[in-house]
């Protein structure tokens, strides 16, 4: 293909602000690279170029700035008479409909980012066994008493024995310490021999084998083994059979990036060359010890699967993460990467990408989010991606763009900059509405009522990212993680530093750091050493019992310089590996004994749930609400003359409260998200902040020029009780009298309706009710729901209201447009566009693609499974039912008069 002259990217990098007014001047219309981008679908892939036009246009026009095409499991078999053909993956048919999709997008403006597999984790025909994850397979063999011989356990293909070990007792019980080296198993014909002894034996094999694992949900011709991370031979072999042949496609316009997600490589724990990388990393012959490393038995377990994990990262790191980033460059794009999972990659991996991405809502708790942000925070990465609406609110087409903010919002306050959206799965155009989905996903294109308000929620997610990606990060407390006690609890068949880090990052510890008014970065061993603590007032160090010396010395200095930790149960007291423990072990314990007996600098805490006290007293909190500390959130961006902190409510109640900053300037505003409008606000502003509604505060060192005088108002009261006698148009029907405001679900007719409805009302207002008034249709309050809890990735996160609108409003006042409405408050100041007399209003209501799917019959895949097996079963489709939709009412017309 066409290479790049340049070594880096070629594609443009987003442009970072340092002061306030470069920044203010975009936000009227932040740059495009900021818009949210969404995981496109190709199922089958079955995709034909004229809809793929088709849907490259739909995006553009809901304001998506880019896609990352993905080949995924077939939806429909090969039909002639239907024009549906399954194009084998990296097919020439399929390469060029990547070629197309490529150009058109363009074309449109979009940037264009595609996976570099079929399904996930990477994989396919081309990996042989030889290539596959490798696992070690453990096989003990009795021999009893008076036995010369045993049944040696068979090597199948891509096996082979590392070693054998003898000793006392049973396969079922024995101990693992005590076994010995086999020299030779003498194994013949399947048969092993050994000297005749009158106690009962066994025999271990550590064999190196393959987890066989098969890549999740492939395309046709993208079956096959998953690869083994930890070898060069496998990634070279992947890059020249798929990464190649997919780059061609793009000829001399390279995909912005290319992309990995989450390793989810199952069972991974060993490959071909462990023991000769073992012995050049750790320096000392992990063979001896492979029976305590498997078995976990022995006070020297946890230190030998320390070294032993640990080698995985550093191999995930230099056999996956280096080479595809240094072959991406090569070809003139960027590796973007969920570096989290297994095998076990840490915080501090991330630093081998172009663009770091996470995923999982989890905001007050240990998070994939958090780790990717906090990275891209220590590495000097101003734009972190994250897989965002995965699973949000099951079943598929149920999620309203008001789910999709409530999300987003939690994606933002970890410190996301670039949303993706999961996603939009491409529709052949004679597939029944609501059209295709991914198993396990919601769906967010033109098939949804509600996408003709996407540009609105496109524009607000664009607006907050551009936002977030300005200055500098300014979170003030680091969390430690104890990625050395992890490696020494990790286990065979699940090494995983991300899966055991939620045991050590509880929520109740992150929770006490919100609480207290501040957000927080991880940080890891590996970046103390290599960043440093510098930027962080605070270090938090939970549980951390192994640690280097050398790190202690970071943290010595750290203290020395101003810095405070704060130390949480167990405090440093071992080597974190196994060769020179005795000696490394005593350094450990004389180093943190020195850092612990630092007075004022450096404070003890027993329990997570006592260090919100403990962190107040050290460092008060950046952001200090007078109430509902615990149901808002915010991030901070600092610039060299102001300060920008998106604060979000992400709860489903109210907020009412002032708002006190730590560090504040001499002029504060208010930035409205939804319009990017300036107020100018009192330095400690009152926050009024309806269900998952959002607000910036803009502290700055000079007043800025673009923010309008604050507009102070008198209570509320209402002119007009507009809850009955509209007339409602349906698609294809004449005006209907509604004269008391209903769910279109009350009727039969319109139960099953998924799409969008006119509502019209002539409203009459007098000269005196208009003059110095502020006056706004107000579409009510909503109800919040009990708490379910799913925030959490891969639970159906959804936003915990009802609202008396369902699901999103375009407003016209005399046929002029007078706003839109898709999250709470859902209030519009109309005061433009109203005069004395008489006013038509009209309301465009939009609902929820599920209920044109629950009034049908669900596919049948059975012919499609027994073709292709069964890639695929479509989540929750019990509870697929009807939503509530239209207006629900109370509908008011509000008056506020004008101080």
Do not use: C
């Not at 007996?597 to 008060?620: H, I, K, M, S, Y």
């Not at 020029?705 to 209570?715: C, F, L, S, V």
């Amino acid at each position: 293909m066409a290479q790049a002259a340049a070594q880096e990217p070629v594609a443009q990098e987003p442009v970072i602000f340092q002061r306030i007014g470069e920044v203010a001047s975009h936000l009227a219309h932040p740059p495009a690279d900021a818009r949210p981008m969404m995981r496109w679908w190709w199922f089958g892939p079955a995709v034909e170029k004229k809809q793929l036009a088709f849907e490259i246009d739909r995006m553009k026009e809901g304001g998506i700035g880019g896609v990352e095409i993905q080949a995924v499991y077939p939806m429909a078999l090969d039909d002639p008479s239907r024009g549906v053909k399954n194009l084998p993956f990296l097919s020439t048919e399929h390469l060029d409909a990547v070629r197309f999709a490529n150009e058109k997008g363009r074309e449109a403006g979009l940037r264009v980012d595609v996976t570099l597999g079929s399904g996930w984790p990477f994989g396919g025909p081309h990996i042989g066994i030889a290539d596959a994850i490798g696992k070690m397979r453990v096989v003990a063999v009795d021999v009893p008493a008076g036995a010369t011989g045993y049944a040696a356990p068979v090597v199948s293909e891509g096996e082979k024995i590392e070693a054998v070990f003898v000793g006392g007792g049973t396969a079922k019980e024995h101990d693992a310490t005590r076994l010995q080296p086999l020299k030779s198993d003498h194994a013949q014909n399947g048969r092993g021999s050994l000297a005749a002894l009158a106690a009962p034996r066994v025999v271990v094999y550590y064999i190196a084998s393959r987890s066989g694992m098969q890549v999740k949900r492939p395309a046709v011709g993208g079956e096959g083994f998953v690869l083994d991370h930890m070898s060069r031979r496998a990634i070279d072999n992947h890059l020249k059979n798929v990464g190649e042949p997919l780059l061609k496609a793009f000829g001399d316009k390279p995909p912005y990036a290319i992309f990995s997600d989450s390793l989810e490589a199952y069972g991974s724990d060993w490959t071909d060359n462990f023991l000769e990388e073992f012995q050049r990393r750790r320096g000392y012959d992990l063979r001896p010890y492979l029976p305590v490393v498997f078995s976990g038995q022995g006070a020297n377990a946890p230190a030998l699967r320390h070294d032993w994990a640990l080698t995985q990262t550093e191999l995930v790191e230099d056999n996956y993460l280096k080479p595809v980033t240094a072959w991406a460059r090569r070809h003139g794009t960027r590796f973007r990467s969920q570096t989290y999972g297994e095998p076990p990659a840490s915080l501090s991996s991330f630093r081998h990408l172009d663009l770091m991405e996470g995923e999982g809502a989890q905001y007050r708790q240990f998070s994939f989010t958090r780790l990717a942000s906090s990275a891209a925070h220590l590495y000097g990465r101003p734009v972190v991606s994250a897989e965002t609406w995965t699973w949000l609110r099951s079943p598929a087409h149920t999620a309203s763009p008001l789910d999709m903010k409530a999300e987003a919002d939690r994606m933002f306050v970890q410190g996301v900059t670039q949303i993706i959206g999961h996603g939009w799965p491409y529709t052949p155009p004679d597939a029944p509405e609501p059209g295709y989905q991914l198993y396990a996903a919601a769906v967010f294109n033109h098939h949804q009522p509600w996408y003709m308000v996407m540009p609105e929620v496109s524009g607000y997610l664009t607006r907050v990212s551009y936002l977030l990606r300005q200055g500098e990060p300014a979170n003030q407390v680091a969390v430690l993680l104890p990625n050395d006690d992890v490696y020494a609890v990790n286990r065979p068949g699940k090494t995983s530093l991300s899966a055991e880090l939620p045991h050590f990052i509880t929520p109740e510890l992150v929770q006490q750091i919100m609480d207290s008014g501040h957000n927080l970065d991880y940080i890891d061993p590996e970046a103390v050493l290599r960043v440093g603590l510098a930027r962080y007032p605070v270090l938090v160090m939970p549980n951390v019992t192994r640690l280097a010396p050398e790190v202690l010395a970071k943290l010595e200095a750290y203290v020395e310089g101003g810095g405070r930790i704060i130390t949480i149960g167990a405090t440093p007291s071992l080597a974190p590996g196994f060769k020179d423990a005795q000696r490394i072990t005593a350094e450990v314990k004389r180093a943190a004994a020195a850092l612990l007996a630092r007075g004022r600098n450096v404070t003890g805490v027993g329990t997570d749930t006592e260090l919100g006290r403990a962190l107040q007293a050290v460092l008060p909190g950046d952001v200090r609400l007078s109430a509902a500390q615990n149901r808002v959130s915010f991030v901070r961006r600092k610039l060299a003359d102001a300060d920008i902190y998106f604060i979000a409510n992400t709860s489903n109640e109210p907020v009412s409260a002032s708002a006190t900053f730590r560090q504040p300037r001499r002029h504060a505003a208010l930035l409205d998200p939804d319009t990017g409008k300036l107020a100018q606000s009192p330095l400690a502003p009152e926050l009024r902040l309806a269900p998952y509604e959002s607000v910036v505060v803009v502290m700055s060192d000079a007043p800025l020029q673009a923010a309008a005088p604050a507009a102070n108002t008198g209570e509320a009261s209402v002119l007009a009780d507009l809850s009955s006698g509209w007339q409602v148009r349906f698609p294809g029907g004449a005006p209907v009298a509604m004269d008391r405001l209903a769910s279109w679900t009350d009727s039969a007719a319109t139960r099953y309706f998924s799409g969008q409805a006119t509502y019209g009302k002539q409203v009459t207002v007098t000269a005196d009710q208009l003059r110095g008034r502020r006056v706004s249709l107000d579409f009510g309050t909503g109800t919040p729901l009990p708490d379910s809890g799913v925030h959490a990735h891969h639970s159906g996160m959804r936003a915990m209201y009802e609202p008396a609108l369902r699901d999103a409003a375009i407003v016209t006042v005399n046929g002029r447009r007078a706003g839109t409405l898709w999250h709470p408050p859902y209030r519009l100041d109309v005061t433009p566009f109203l005069k004395p007399g008489a006013n038509q209003v009209e309301v465009r209501v939009a609902n929820l693609g599920v209920n044109t799917l629950a009034g049908r019959e669900l596919p049948d895949f059975k012919l499609l499974r027994l073709r292709y097996g069964n890639r695929f079963e479509l989540q929750d489709t019990a509870k697929i039912a009807p939503q509530p939709a239209g207006l629900l009412g109370p509908v008011t017309l509000v008056g506020e008069v004008l101080e």
